[in-house]
């Protein structure tokens, strides 16, 4: 039996590990007035929530971390079982999640708090402060490729910022999304603060449409397109975190084994199964054979579907066709195979490729792969990389390896990210946002930004003596009149080019 998550009654669905196919468990297709029922309870679970303030839901939120963590080994088997993904990466995604979740609850009060702001000189007479306020509930649908470290980048900013949360994790891990529930309930007991609801598409799409204060979604730009139509019925407002096809840059001066060290692990890791995998690389020419020499030795060591593989099996059975099709696509159309192909593809695991030559126009190179596939091409110079991968409809992460100018290429390329000399960096670090532009998505998880994307600005003012200079009312008179439009020529008149 292929592996598969599909529908085995109208109110149940199945999910099967991707390995082999094996049974992992049944769960309920959450119907629209289920999902309406948990957003219901939950309003009045975000008012409990957000009451106690910063510093009491920090404590909280550091118990449900260390419940978490405590619970790491089974956490990173069910994901194992799940989606595939081997147990070691699990953990490692675990662990990262960790950090964003700690940085959350220790730092929302001082991204979020109520703050003065110093008035214009016309209304001086005023205090002037803001803060940031929660929606109350707060929507996270969830992908299934990392179904902690993606979900927990909204969840535990959400819930710092003051929300509950109703939850809907992706049909493939639907497990692991009830696990980090479950480990939330044990520290906080007494309201339905953080939900799952589980399904297929129409239970996301009941959450659309429900009564959040706003949706966060992790997924296909295909499923965003369908998300963002559902929430403009409301005009809920959305965080969208999309697909990519990101690029890695290799100049004439790059450490060329650290290059090829990270386009291997960026591109197969996870079986490429990564919105900011590595789909596409540029070389410059006077590297390139060298370069790819290193690609192709260090990526023909990897190998998936046998025992202690470090890639698992492509978690969707759909995506297995999609990486055939670009793959044919590709060679059909002059490519040179310089590493596996549609002759590796084994049931639901598919075994690393390496394409070049591969045209600009191919699918392999405008559309997200999604498996463990690189292209890589030769290019004349650090110009022609950049436009080359700029002109993709993508904007999500990039990668730079240059001893002397990766800054300057950096500035260069249109993407939410870049790392220099290290593949992925910029998401790894709790401080920088992370989200992309274009095709991409909208919006941004991580750091500052994305405890902002949980909550709205509200500005408040207090008058603290009478203006000298009335100017909102009708007893205005001609004499103020005067008096300002002097200022304003004293103030911005003099502003030249």
């Not at 960790?98 to 009060?109: I, K, N, Q, V």
């Not at 498996?371 to 022609?384: A, N, S």
Request: proline residues 6%; charged residues 20%.
């Amino acid at each position: 039996m292929t592996a598969s998550t599909k529908l085995s009654a109208a109110t149940t669905f199945e999910v099967h590990n991707p390995a082999d196919g094996e049974l992992t468990g049944v769960y309920p297709v959450h119907t629209r007035a289920e999902v309406d029922a948990a957003v219901a309870a939950a309003h009045p679970a975000g008012t409990w929530w957000a009451a106690p303030g910063f510093a009491e839901r920090a404590r909280l939120l550091d118990a449900w971390r260390g419940e978490i963590a405590r619970d790491r080994a089974g956490l990173a088997e069910l994901i194992h079982v799940e989606m595939g993904k081997p147990v070691p990466d699990a953990k490692l995604e675990i662990a990262m999640a960790l950090e964003h979740l700690r940085w959350a609850a220790r730092h929302a009060e001082r991204v979020l708090g109520r703050r003065s702001v110093r008035p214009s000189l016309l209304t001086a007479n005023h205090a002037a402060s803001v803060e940031y306020r929660p929606y109350g509930v707060v929507g996270v649908i969830g992908p299934w490729n990392y179904p902690v470290f993606t979900p927990l980048g909204s969840l535990s900013f959400a819930l710092a910022a003051g929300n509950a949360v109703v939850f809907k994790p992706s049909e493939y891990t639907p497990g692991v999304g009830l696990r980090l529930a479950q480990a939330f309930a044990r520290v906080v007991p007494e309201q339905p603060v953080f939900q799952v609801v589980t399904g297929l598409g129409e239970t996301g799409n009941a959450l659309c449409r429900s009564a959040v204060g706003k949706i966060g979604f992790t997924g296909s730009t295909a499923t965003g397109k369908r998300v963002m139509a559902a929430c403009a019925e409301n005009l809920t407002p959305l965080l969208m975190e999309c697909g990519g096809k990101d690029a890695l840059i290799v100049d004439a001066d790059a450490d060329l084994e650290a290059a090829a060290d990270a386009a291997v692990w960026g591109g197969l890791s996870n079986a490429g199964q990564t919105c900011l995998a590595v789909e596409r690389v540029y070389v410059h020419t006077s590297v390139y054979e060298r370069f790819v020499t290193e690609l192709v030795a260090r990526a023909r060591a990897i190998e998936a579907g046998t025992p202690g593989s470090k890639i698992g099996p492509i978690t969707m059975p759909k995506q297995v066709d999609i990486i055939r099709r670009h793959i044919e696509d590709a060679l059909a159309r002059g490519a040179r195979l310089l590493l596996g192909g549609t002759a590796g593809i084994r049931g639901q695991f598919v075994q690393p490729t390496i394409l070049a030559d591969v045209p600009e126009d191919a699918a392999a190179i405008t559309e997200e792969t999604f498996g463990p596939t690189l292209t890589v091409t030769r290019v004349r110079d650090m110009d022609e990389a950049v436009e080359l991968v700029n002109a993709g409809s993508y904007g999500l992460g990039s990668t730079v390896f240059a001893r002397r100018d990766g800054e300057r290429i950096a500035a260069r390329l249109r993407a939410g990210g870049t790392s220099i000399n290290a593949f992925v960096a910029h998401a790894t670090i709790p401080t920088l946002p992370l989200g992309g532009v274009g095709g991409s998505g909208f919006g941004r998880v991580h750091g500052p930004d994305g405890l902002k994307e949980f909550a709205y600005a509200k500005s408040t003012t207090r008058q603290r003596f009478p203006s000298p200079l009335p100017l909102t009312t009708f007893r205005r008179t001609e004499r103020i009149d005067a008096v300002v439009d002097t200022l304003v020529a004293v103030l911005h008149g003099r502003a030249r080019r």
